[in-house]
């Protein structure tokens, strides 16, 4: 994502389904420890309702949501900087997702990859757990519409496997504005670099689903076990550009091993990377040597994480009360977008601003 501009609204959301990991920071948290040192206006909300499509334990989402927060600001994201909520705290959102579900046609939730992939999945093990295909996944990217567009976001920060969630509020927004009259912020398109971490399995995604994370939290053996698991078996494939730009680099290497050398172009100094790349051009017999390397990396990476975490001052008692009071920073503007919509609709002002 490029710049924020002076006083944009800046708006994303994690889901809490467990412990952050590698994906959720690069392609995510990052961009929000970035924004959040900007004159832009920062809202970072720990998606709960989201996650009711996944989760279906009461006392495990509570906990989860908690947690998330916690990790929130020992990832370095500042209370002071910017307005840390938890979705259903602003139950307004539902309302929205309702309104905007009139415009939105169910073909293209049908499109949508998630939903696509949960179906496969389906199809795959029609006695997979849970509900599966509820109405409530379908409509995931109606409810993600809501959430950016009641707050009127110039600009949501997401990693690249939620370009197409974003390229759906866009849509439905357009489309509302089209019937009802200009009353949504369209948010501004995302730049071309959103990151897309692979998993440790080598496959194109790390996700909490498909249990190929490396975490924050990971302590250095889990991080040294999880990296030796990395599949580097194939034989290096010939590179045929003389750039050393990882970009260019990295999708020609086996998966696994392509995911090493990400992880070492985002953690590591560019020479130590650049060395590594001249060996794996030399051909040589050098897995171990980088995996040792990148397990450094990460390590170094996630200790003061995880010392901030487990920091009692992050871990008081009143965090209830602390995303309560954030929420309520957050609610006149979204009661003003939700009521503008329905006046634009003709249902008319509702109980709360009577
Ligand atoms: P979630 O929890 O699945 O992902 C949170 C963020 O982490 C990014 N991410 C990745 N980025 C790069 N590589 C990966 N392997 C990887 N895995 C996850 C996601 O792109 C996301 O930015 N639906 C959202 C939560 C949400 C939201 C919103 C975001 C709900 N409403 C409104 C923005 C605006 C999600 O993907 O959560």
């Known amino acids: 994502m490029s710049t924020a501009q002076s006083n944009e609204v800046i708006l994303s959301g994690i889901r809490p389904t467990g412990r952050l990991h590698y994906g959720n920071y690069f392609g995510a948290i990052w961009h929000f420890l970035r924004l959040q040192q900007t004159d832009a206006c920062c809202y970072y909300f720990i998606a709960d309702y989201h996650a009711l499509t996944t989760i279906t334990d009461r006392q495990e989402i ?6 998330m927060l916690r990790t929130y600001v020992a990832c370095g994201l500042d209370p002071e900087k910017s307005v840390i909520y938890r979705q259903s705290d602003l139950p307004c959102t539902a309302e929205l997702t309702l309104l905007l579900g009139m415009v939105t046609n169910i073909g293209h939730l049908e499109r949508g990859t998630t939903y696509k992939d949960k179906l496969a ?7 997979i757990a849970g509900n599966p295909l509820s109405y409530g996944l379908l409509g995931y990217p109606v409810l993600m519409a809501a959430d950016i567009l009641i707050v009127r976001a110039d600009a949501v920060p997401v990693g690249d496997d939620q370009r197409q969630h974003l390229e759906m509020a866009c849509d439905i927004a357009a489309k509302f504005n089209h019937r009802f009259g200009e009353v949504l912020h369209i948010p501004r398109p995302l730049g071309r670099d959103a990151l897309r971490l692979p998993g440790l399995d080598g496959s194109e995604k790390m996700g909490k689903s498909e249990n190929n994370t490396l975490d924050l939290l990971d302590d250095p053996q889990t991080v040294l076990r999880k990296i030796k698991a990395v599949p580097t078996t194939t034989d290096p494939l010939p590179l045929d550009t003389d750039s050393d730009a990882p970009e260019v680099v990295i999708p020609k290497m086996p998966p696994g091993v392509g995911v090493l050398y990400r992880l070492l172009s985002l953690l590591a100094p560019e020479d130590v990377y650049l060395e590594f790349l001249g060996q794996y051009r030399a051909g040589g017999k050098f897995y ?9 990396h990460v390590s170094n990476f996630n200790a003061p994480i995880i010392e ?5 001052a992050n871990n008081d008692t009143s965090i209830e009360d602390f995303l ?4 309520k920073r957050v609610t006149p503007v979204a009661l003003e977008t939700v009521e503008a919509c329905r006046e634009a609709m003709g249902i008319g002002r509702s109980l709360y601003r009577a």
């Open 121 to 127: 999945k389906v199809q795959d093990d029609p006695k």
């Open 324 to 327: 309560r009071e954030n929420a």
């Open 62 to 67: 509570y906990r989860a949501t908690l947690d």
């Open 308 to 312: 901030k975490y487990h920091d009692p």
């Open 288 to 296: 171990g040597a980088l995996k040792k390397t990148v397990a450094e």
